[in-house]
């Protein structure tokens, strides 16, 4: 196990009516509050209103309309809103879009040149207001980490910032919030969870016993709570469950000490880069392929471990163990209906070898518990065809 700077620093607020804490912990910031939010879900919903009769003695200025797949053009209304309004803390509604975007918004409002320098060069972001958010959708564990993505569709480019500056200060998480969420997000939230906890247990390190066996309930958990909500959406336990494994997954607990880079993440970025796709549906889909592309004698016994304790598959042999374990994950992905190929996304192999260039250049590839190259970057991207 490497060393590692293990650096949680959200008050989390989880259950049902906690949004009750809201008023006080904005407070302990100051009155000027800017209210980030998507595209509508929260003014169908009623948490809007709930957010808005509780800040009642508040200045609130608000910035709706956050995309999915959050524009840097979107963060720069943001950071010129604080500026003029003299902002004390930011209030994000939604799912990591929104959230993401706060954080870099955040940042901006301390920065003197453009937003997109503290996306490309996370050293940029110093001082950062306050974020406090209301969580209403499981998948990025944005609400307890340090990462931001943005987009600059532009010039095709989608990237991760981070600073510990950014972790918000609270986030309030009440799993009834996640009962209008559609199935597709249920679905691709999941397989975003999942991923998260993917990308670090495949690791060349094999001591790290103990986060492992979180990575491993968490899968479990994902595996049994996500069938449960599509089919019933107000079902509590199972939006609890999801909601609290997508903070686990990604707030620095499965991957501590666990060093080396993600592998599905760059490549999926790529294609919402280029073609503007849903995070987790892209994840799903290159997910089992990347797992077949790296399957071989150095590997097979993660993969083993993984069909044992996740999918409680008991094979002696450690190829056919593995095998079947890939083809559960994919089973599973397309079970939640998630669509399982890029085609069907309309994405066809045009944009391929750029796109396979920039995931092994930006997101380090070549240092990969199984390193990759451009061309197996192409060939998994081939097979999700
Ligand atoms: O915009 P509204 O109308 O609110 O609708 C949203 C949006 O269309 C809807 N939604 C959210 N909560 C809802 C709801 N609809 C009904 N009821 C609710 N309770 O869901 C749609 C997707 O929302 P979004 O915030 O985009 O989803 P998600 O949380 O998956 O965030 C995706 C973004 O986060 C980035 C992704 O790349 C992508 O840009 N990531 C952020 C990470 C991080 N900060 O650590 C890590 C991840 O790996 C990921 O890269
Ligand atoms: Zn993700």
């Known amino acids: 196990m490497d060393n590692f700077l293990f650096h949680a620093g959200t008050k989390i607020y989880f259950g049902k009516g906690e949004i009750k804490n809201l008023a006080q912990e904005i407070h302990t910031y100051g009155t000027n509050v800017l209210l980030v939010y998507g595209g509508g879900s929260i003014k169908k919903n009623g948490i809007y209103d709930q957010v808005i ?15 999915p797949n ?42 003197d040149g453009d937003a997109w320098d ?19 959708m499981a998948g990025t564990g944005s609400e307890m980490n340090k990462n931001a993505v943005i987009s600059d569709m532009k010039t095709n480019q989608k990237l991760g910032t981070a600073s510990n500056e950014m972790i918000p200060k609270v986030s309030i998480l009440d799993p009834q919030y996640l009962y209008t ?69 990604l707030n620095g607990l499965v991957g501590a000490g666990k060093a080396g880079p993600w592998i599905c993440h760059p490549i999926e970025h790529e294609l919402s ?6 995070h987790g549906v892209g994840l799903a889909i290159v997910t089992p392929r990347w797992m077949r592309h790296i399957l071989n004698e150095k590997t097979v016994e993660k993969f083993a471990q993984y069909g044992k304790n996740v999918w409680g598959i008991a094979e002696e042999d450690s190829f056919v163990c593995a095998n079947k ?3 559960c994950t994919e089973q599973f ?53």
Not at 118 to 136: N, Q, R
Not at 334 to 340: E, H, Q, T
Not at 356 to 376: H, S, T, Y
């Open 53 to 67: 009769s509780l800040l009642s003695d508040c200045n609130v200025i608000e910035l709706p309309g956050i995309e």
């Open 118 to 136: 503290l996306v490309t060069t996370p050293a940029k972001i110093k001082k950062v207001l306050p974020i406090v958010t209301v969580l209403t």
């Open 273 to 278: 880069a280029f073609y503007d796709i849903t």
């Open 325 to 327: 374990a890939i083809d």
């Open 181 to 249: 969420l559609p199935a597709k997000q249920t679905a691709a939230g999941t397989a975003d969870i999942m991923s998260h906890i993917f990308e670090n247990y495949f690791k060349e390190d094999e001591t790290a016993f103990v986060q492992d066996a979180f990575a491993e309930g968490l899968l479990r958990s994902c595996i049994k709570y996500c069938p449960i909500a599509l089919k019933e959406p107000e079902n509590y336990e199972a939006r609890a469950n999801l909601m609290w494994s997508s903070t686990l997954a």
């Open 333 to 385: 992905f397309r079970d939640c209906g998630i669509p399982m190929t890029l085609s069907e996304l309309g994405i066809n192999d045009t944009h391929f070898e750029k796109m396979a260039e920039k995931a092994v250049r930006i997101g380090g590839l070549e240092n990969a518990f199984v390193p990759l190259k451009q061309r197996d970057v192409v060939e998994i991207l081939q097979k999700c065809l």
């Open 70 to 111: 959050p524009r840097i053009e979107t963060v720069r209304n943001g950071v010129t809103l604080c500026k003029k309004n003299r902002i004390d803390v930011i209030l994000a509604v939604g799912g990591g879009s929104v959230i993401d975007c706060s954080k870099v918004i955040a940042a901006g409002m301390y920065y």
